[in-house]
Structures are given as C-alpha cells and as structure tokens.
C-alpha cells in the first residue's frame, strides 16, 4: 500500500493533469488512427476521453506493480520493466474500449497493430522527456557565470571554519545543530534549520525529508529499498527521501 500511495502521488499533479488533459483534446481533434472518419465529434470525446481516463492510471498502476517486485538492479532495467508492462497492459485496455460494441462497428486494427501504435507513443513520449531535460541541463550549463562572474559563496559557509572555495553539500539537522556537509568536511552550528535553509543563497538543491537538504551537484545516484528511497552523495552519504518531498524530485527528473 505504502508503494503505491507513492506511485500514485502525482497522477493529480498539475503537470499530470495538463498532459491529460492536452493529449485528450488533441487526439479528439485530430481523430487518429482513423477515428476522425468513422467517429463524430461526441464520440470521438468519449472514446478517446475514456482512453484517457483509464490508461494514466494503469500506466501508473504497472509502474507500482514493478516497483514491489523489483527493489534491486540497474534503474535503467527497472525503467525497461516497467515501460514493457505498461505498453501491454494500456495496448490491451485501448484493444478492448475499441471492440466495444458502442462505437457502431467500426473496423478495429489488430492487436498487434495496436501494440506497435503505442510503443511508438510510448517511445516518443520517453524520448521527448529525457530530451527536455537535457536540453534543460545544457540551457543551465550554459547560463553558469564564467570564472569572472563567480557569485559570492553563501552566507552559510562564512559561519564554518576553513570554507574558502568550498561548496555546501548536504544539510542535517538534530535537535539545534544543523551539520553542514561540504567538500571540505562536515561542521555542525548551532542554528534553526529554515535559517540555514535561508543562508543558502541560491544554491541549487532539494529539501528530501523534514531533517535533510542536498544540492542538486552533490546527488550521484538514488538507491531503493523496498518502499523506501535514497539518495547516494559524491561524499559517500546516503540520505532518506521522504515520501512527502518525493514529487519534487520527480518533477526534477532525479527519481
């Protein structure tokens, strides 16, 4: 249960819910697979409505379905499972709301057929994805100020002894000491953890668990217990995401 709340958490996100809502109106305009012909318009938004309405969640269904069987491996295989049973099971829903006796008869292609439309879609939309955010991580490499332009270092970092040239890491907090982690090592200081939070200026990073922050560069892997996840820092850390900060991390394309 506790893994699929998980799954399930941003199927009502805002970006979520606009691709919904977006690929829905598209394929009702433009009628693919030859629905613009042998539908009319009301038709064409409930059958491609219903598509909708019951794919998404059995996309995100086969995604949790995976998840509890495969906690170990590369995440790459993990991502290859889980997109394979994904394909089948949306194909096999698209196969079975088309033979529906409601759309007036019209020609059906064959299951196979459809499974080939969906690998397509399902390849297109993965690569559109990881496009995007390399895109996005170059437009940010590009946009980083040249060794002139070096921004000052955050306020936190004058708070620690021998910090000079240093970069901030992680954050933990216990009681009212925050430990700053950077490359230079690991201070505690007595301070409230919004405080240090605020100190930052700027750096790029994640809240992941009400105790923890990690900068963006210092994340190197995510690692998967069962239902729990981690973070693996360049400094050997290991820091627990929790479920609540979850959503972020996957809007950023790290889990």
């Given at each position: 249960?506790?893994?699929?709340?998980?799954?399930?958490?941003?199927?009502?996100?805002?970006?979520?819910?606009?691709?919904?809502?977006?690929?829905?109106?598209?394929?009702?305009?433009?009628g693919?697979?030859?629905?613009?012909?042998?539908?009319?318009?009301?038709?064409?938004?409930a059958?491609?409505?219903?598509?909708?309405?019951?794919?998404?969640?059995?996309?995100?269904?086969?995604?949790?379905?995976?998840?509890?069987?495969?906690?170990?491996?590369?995440?790459?295989?993990?991502?290859?499972?889980?997109s394979?049973?994904?394909?089948?099971?949306?194909?096999?829903?698209?196969?079975?709301?088309?033979?529906?006796?409601?759309?007036?008869?019209?020609?059906?292609?064959?299951?196979?057929?459809f499974?080939?439309?969906?690998?397509?879609?399902?390849?297109?939309?993965?690569?559109?994805?990881?496009?995007?955010?390399?895109?996005?991580?170059?437009?940010?490499?590009?946009?980083?100020?040249?060794?002139?332009?070096?921004?000052?270092?955050?306020?936190?970092?004058?708070?620690?002894?021998q910090?000079?040239?240093?970069?901030?890491?992680?954050?933990?907090?216990?009681?009212?000491?925050?430990?700053?982690?950077?490359?230079?090592?690991?201070?505690?200081?007595?301070?409230?953890?919004?405080?240090?939070?605020?100190?930052?200026?700027?750096?790029?990073?994640?809240?992941?668990?009400r105790?923890?922050?990690?900068a963006?560069?210092?994340?190197?892997?995510?690692?998967?217990?069962?239902?729990?996840?981690?973070?693996?820092?360049?400094?050997?850390?290991?820091?627990?995401?929790?479920?609540?900060?979850?959503?972020?991390?996957?809007?950023?394309?790290?889990l």
């Open positions: 249960m506790t893994i699929l709340k998980e799954t399930f958490a941003t199927v009502l996100s805002p970006v979520c819910l606009t691709i919904w809502v977006v690929a829905t109106v598209v394929a009702v305009v433009a693919p697979f030859g629905t613009y012909s042998a539908l009319s318009s009301g038709e064409r938004l059958y491609w409505g219903l598509i909708s309405l019951t794919s998404v969640p059995l996309g995100y269904g086969c995604v949790a379905i995976v998840n509890m069987f495969w906690t170990q491996g590369k995440p790459l295989t993990r991502d290859i499972l889980r394979g049973f994904a394909i089948v099971v949306i194909t096999a829903d698209v196969w079975l709301i088309s033979n529906m006796s409601v759309w007036g008869g019209q020609h059906v292609p064959s299951f196979g057929l499974l080939s439309f969906v690998t397509l879609i399902a390849f297109a939309a993965t690569m559109t994805k990881y496009l995007t955010l390399a895109a996005l991580s170059g437009l940010s490499a590009q946009e980083e100020p040249k060794p002139d332009e070096t921004p000052d270092p955050p306020r936190l970092l004058q708070r620690l002894p910090a000079e040239g240093s970069s901030v890491l992680h954050l933990s907090v216990q009681d009212h000491l925050v430990e700053v982690n950077t490359c230079a090592g690991s201070h505690s200081v007595r301070m409230r953890f919004r405080d240090a939070l605020g100190e930052l200026d700027g750096v790029e990073g994640y809240r992941v668990h105790s923890h922050w990690v963006h560069a210092a994340i190197s892997g995510v690692e998967r217990e069962n239902a729990r996840v981690f973070l693996q820092l360049t400094n050997g850390n290991r820091i627990p995401v929790s479920r609540n900060y979850r959503p972020e991390l996957e809007e950023a394309g790290i």
